[in-house]
């Protein structure tokens, strides 16, 4: 084999200066876009603009298309389209892009029963944080959340915008079987189990919805870029909601 | 049409297609055949369109009655494959009648094989595939593995042209202990340069540790420059994670739509078959190549393959 004379690289040499977008090669068949650091409601708002602007556009070659917190993700068919050609069409797309400033979409309402059964870690949390478990519930529904992305499971969303005063660390050990509805909370994020998987969230309730249905159409309630509020219901409310 | 009864189903037997793109914004997994090689030779020798659903067998253990006359193939990395007790060639189209019992058993090397049948098995497509998902309990047949007693349908076959063996060169150069090529990133900058050494120096052993999501490898652990985890980015197939522990992981059909672990490299699509068919216990080493000669490695294989069936099916062999 001949020796190796450049390492080629992906990204960002380490200490380079941030310059976006940042287009990194994964492999012959996908490509991520980066338009930023970290977790940041702007930047992720661009992300869906991107994302909404080229699914509009079905541009042959293109698999699928995955917003993330700061990247967008293209899976593509190596014959029928190049990563130079990619880049060319994100780097226009970006142009032109619209108006991300505005707020977030639509804002689903998701019921959730707190505590107990449903809730198996509440208690924990409060303690965890020197709250009453009254006091995690009443924080936990005040914010509209921002879907900054689905991901995991089917129609996982991950939750950005939880009071500071809630971030909790995920359980030492993860559970095996975490009960389809579970909410939970993972550090600074809060999030919703659509399907029975395992998972090591801190759960404080339970939603009788089903973000993800088949059966229904459309098979999924949340989408990135979407906002998401709980409020609390009874234990009887949430058996008449699951019937 | 009803093709095929199953009477033994072995470890594990999905049906499979070439798996469920569109879908992954709403978090579902990709899915489909692990050896995406096999599953698209194998329809086309039977005349299929190459993404046709077909049967995903692991290991062995299976059997088969056909219900109909049908031209079926079988395809993978070395399986025991044989029609009513007599051996029968690999990446060949034969003709079944009904009656006829076709069982497929491990070999000695590979892993995953293929059963394709002419016409493509005939489930109902789920989010635009008919690949079984078994975490989500959906696709293939009820969203299962299948079991014994369980009796598929095919979609009628397309137009017959000659049957032909699959030539060698054209089949994946399958080894016991493969040379497996890899894109470095997309988070090559998070390692070390000893990482790098390590992990393109050394042989990494399949670890038991492996199934439809991903493959564990044993070997040098890989050191990062800081942290193992970044913010939640899409994964590929073929995507190798190395959490902070520093053991590779390598993402395969059943990956989640999207991790937090930093990416050393990324395998070539051309190489993924050799990779996925390597067994538990066995070794493979690492060897990096820009993304031009990974490009040019995927369209070499494809055009030959397009060359090939276009001459069989339009005349000219």
Known sequence: ?243 | MKALAIEASGLLTTVQDAGRYGFQDKGVPVSGAMDRAALELGNELVGNTPGAAALEIFSGGFRARFLTEVSFTVTGFDPDVRLNGHGVDLWTPHTARAGDVVSIDAGRLGLWHYLCLAGGIDVPFVLGSRSTYLRGRFGGLEGRALRPGDVLETEPPGPSFPLESLPQNLRPAYAAHPTIRVVLGPQAEAFSPEAFDAFLGAPYVVSTRSDRMGMMLDGPRLKHRATADIVSEGVAFGAIQVPGEGLPFVLLADRPTTGGYTKIATVLSVDLPLLVQTAPGRSVRFQAVDLLEAREAHLKRAYRIRRFFHLLRHGGL
Request: proline share 10%; hydrophobic share 35%.
């Open chain 1, 1 to 243: 084999m001949e020796e190796q004379t450049r390492i080629p690289f992906s990204g960002p040499p380490p200490h380079g200066r941030a310059d976006f977008p940042r287009f990194r090669i994964c492999g012959d068949t996908a490509l991520s876009v980066e338009l930023g650091e970290g977790i940041d409601p702007a930047v992720n708002r661009r992300v869906h603009a991107l994302y909404r602007t080229l699914k509009r556009r079905a541009l042959p070659g293109i698999l699928s298309l995955n917003p993330t917190y700061r990247s967008l993700f293209l899976q593509y068919d190596p014959t029928a389209c190049s990563f130079e050609r990619l880049m060319t069409v994100v780097e226009q797309a970006l142009c032109g892009l619209e108006d991300s400033s505005k707020g977030s979409g639509p804002v689903l309402d998701v019921p959730v029963c707190y505590g107990d059964e449903f809730g198996p870690d509440l208690a924990e949390v409060a303690a965890f944080h020197g709250l009453t478990q009254e006091e995690v519930i009443q924080r936990h529904t005040a914010p509209v959340y921002h879907v900054y992305m689905i991901g995991f499971t089917p129609g996982f969303p991950y939750l950005g915008g939880l009071d500071p005063a809630l971030y909790t660390p995920r359980k030492a050990v993860p559970r095996s079987k975490v009960p389809a509805g579970s909410v939970g909370i993972a550090e600074q994020q809060t999030g919703i189990y659509p399907i029975e998987s395992p998972g090591g969230w801190q759960l404080i309730g339970r939603t009788p919805l089903k973000l993800f249905d088949l059966h229904r159409d459309p098979p999924f309630l949340v989408e990135a870029g979407m906002g998401v509020r709980f409020h609390a219901i009874s234990r009887e409310d949430y058996e008449s909601l699951s019937h």
